[in-house]
């Protein structure tokens, strides 16, 4: 079964006050983590916040204005703007065009701009797979075309992208109306993936282990973790 199609593209209100504010959740959480790196770099324990915050209006602004776009115009152009965002998730792996940070290349810089192809493919991904299952497809192709893109994203690598492209696509295949058998060859697949990508890293594995212990290397790997529950413990909710 097809997604749904409407004629009328602008944003309801209850769901673009729900986005501004999970977004504004978002901005005190970027607070609570940077407000002392902020004032110790710059002085303006608010720098971070005022950065992300003038992105966010951004944001709302660009919403609106591409809420009112024509969806036929949309699907139109929506094959060559996936197109054009998977070249640039080929072009981010190009050594001299990427700079290597802190072991991942995601970032392409041109001068003064610096443009971070996995964002875009995010978005171009969801437009292009709304288009490409109003036929209907059977599993082996949405892998396919998924396949690719995570095999893209973790040569960067970046698995916490992945995981979000990942649950995006299950939503959108969910949606399209996939079978139920399809759906949970699916989960089966993306849940020993995952588990293989874990095992296969060590900074992973501490990860895991630091959720499943927060008591594991307290000082290292669990210190953030160790930080909050001591905060909460001392503080409640409200702090």
Known sequence: ????????????????????????IGLLAIYDA???DAFKSFNDKFHYIKQQGAWLVIGILVALITSNIPISLIKKYTPAFFIISLILMFVVLIPGISPKLMGARRWIVLG????????????SLILYLAKWLEV???LKQFLALLGLIMALIMLQPDLGTGIIVTMTCFILYFIAGAPMKDISTFIILSVV?????IVSSPYRMDRLKTYMDPT??????SYHINQILYGLGSGGLTG
Request: charge should be positive; charged fraction near 15%.
């Open 112 to 123: 003064p701009i610096v443009l971070q192809p996995s964002e875009l493919i995010k978005i």
């Open 136 to 138: 209907p497809r059977d």
């Open 193 to 197: 993936a995952v588990g293989i990508l």
């Open 216 to 221: 594991n290397d307290p000082l290292g790997a």
């Open 1 to 24: 079964m097809p997604i749904a199609k409407k004629s009328n593209s602008r944003i309801p209100l209850t769901i673009l006050l729900f986005g501004i504010g999970i977004a504004l």
């Open 34 to 36: 940077s407000v002392v």
